[in-house]
């Protein structure tokens, strides 16, 4: 009695019998698209000398950042608060783990798909006190139609290449054995790197409003693939 080997318990490729000969084909399809949505990264924070007016100016200051968010209303498609942190800083010099101040801090996460609306937001958030703001992250939604259009598009190339293997052998595809998504398993993309912004404002904000920043959308890439088997009328050779 023979022992099994890894090649034995590999499933058989259908290759397919004279009568019903099976063609192997990949479609695939790369867009680029415009973004849907942008997000931002807000980082509130405040020093004092005391834990008390530390926690004190995180939070009033928190609550302007909130409030300019929230008043571009439906702008704004999602918002949540992030980490907060509130430590000491001990003196360097001296004995005992004596404090010479406390920094607060806070995160904000800002998702809005008016682009317009966009540029002067970021610019009035980084005029605030001791705010900074990162970004923007652009992205398109997980139910975009630009993924169910890549999609299609990858399954109709898969279908053009089998159709022209076919024509170079004088026959034509009979039916369809397997469409496989590609990629089901593997780890999902990482997501798109920052655009062009980047912005921090320390200090007191200045009396006259800065200018709206001009933000141009970062374009999309999105691929998709298949892998497709065929069958087709036996070819006379």
Same mark, same amino acid.
């Given at each position: 009695?023979?022992?099994?080997?890894?090649?034995?318990?590999?499933?058989?490729?259908?290759?397919?019998?004279?009568?019903? @000969?099976?063609?192997?084909? !990949?479609?695939?399809?790369?867009?680029?698209?415009?973004?849907?949505?942008?997000?931002?990264?807000?980082?509130?924070?405040?020093?004092?000398?005391?834990?008390?007016?530390?926690?004190?100016?995180? $939070?009033?200051?928190?609550?302007?950042?909130?409030?300019?968010?929230?008043?571009?209303?439906?702008?704004?498609?999602? /918002?949540?608060?992030?980490?907060?942190?509130?430590?000491?800083?001990?003196?360097?010099?001296?004995? =005992?783990?004596?404090?010479?101040?406390?920094?607060?801090?806070?995160?904000? $996460? #800002?998702?809005?798909?008016?682009?317009?609306?966009?540029?002067?937001? $970021?610019?009035?958030?980084?005029?605030?006190? /001791? $705010?900074?703001?990162?970004?923007?992250?652009?992205?398109? !939604?997980?139910?975009?139609?630009?993924?169910?259009?890549?999609?299609?598009?990858?399954?109709?190339?898969?279908?053009? !290449?089998? =159709?022209?293997?076919?024509?170079?052998?004088?026959?034509?595809?009979?039916?369809?054995?397997?469409?496989?998504?590609? =990629?089901?398993?593997?780890?999902? @993309?990482? @997501?798109? #790197?920052?655009?062009?912004?980047?912005?921090?404002?320390?200090?007191?904000? #200045?009396?006259?409003?800065?200018?709206?920043?001009?933000?141009? @959308?970062?374009?999309?890439?999105?691929? #998709?693939?298949?892998?497709?088997?065929?069958?087709?009328?036996?070819?006379?050779?």
């Amino acid at each position: 009695m023979t022992t099994p080997t890894a090649d034995d318990h590999r499933p058989a490729v259908p290759y397919g019998t004279p009568d019903a @000969p099976r063609i192997a084909v !990949r479609g695939e399809a790369r867009l680029e698209v415009d973004p849907e949505i942008a997000r931002i990264g807000i980082s509130v924070a405040s020093r004092g000398k005391d834990r008390r007016t530390a926690l004190d100016d995180l $939070t009033r200051r928190n609550t302007a950042a909130l409030e300019l968010i929230k008043s571009y209303g439906d702008a704004v498609e999602h /918002l949540e608060t992030g980490a907060f942190s509130i430590s000491p800083e001990l003196k360097e010099k001296g004995r =005992g783990e004596r404090v010479h101040a406390y920094h607060g801090r806070v995160h904000l $996460t #800002a998702e809005l798909a008016d682009f317009t609306s966009l540029g002067e937001l $970021t610019t009035r958030l980084a005029d605030l006190d /001791l $705010t900074r703001v990162d970004g923007p992250w652009w992205a398109l !939604r997980p139910d975009s139609p630009a993924h169910r259009q890549a999609r299609q598009q990858a399954v109709k190339e898969a279908v053009q !290449r089998a =159709g022209e293997y076919a024509e170079a052998l004088g026959t034509t595809l009979s039916a369809l054995v397997e469409l496989a998504d590609i =990629g089901a398993e593997d780890a999902p @993309p990482r @997501p798109q #790197a920052p655009g062009r912004m980047r912005s921090m404002a320390y200090g007191a904000a #200045a009396e006259d409003t800065a200018a709206p920043l001009d933000l141009e @959308p970062q374009r999309q890439k999105i691929y #998709a693939a298949v892998n497709a088997r065929f069958t087709m009328v036996p070819p006379r050779l």
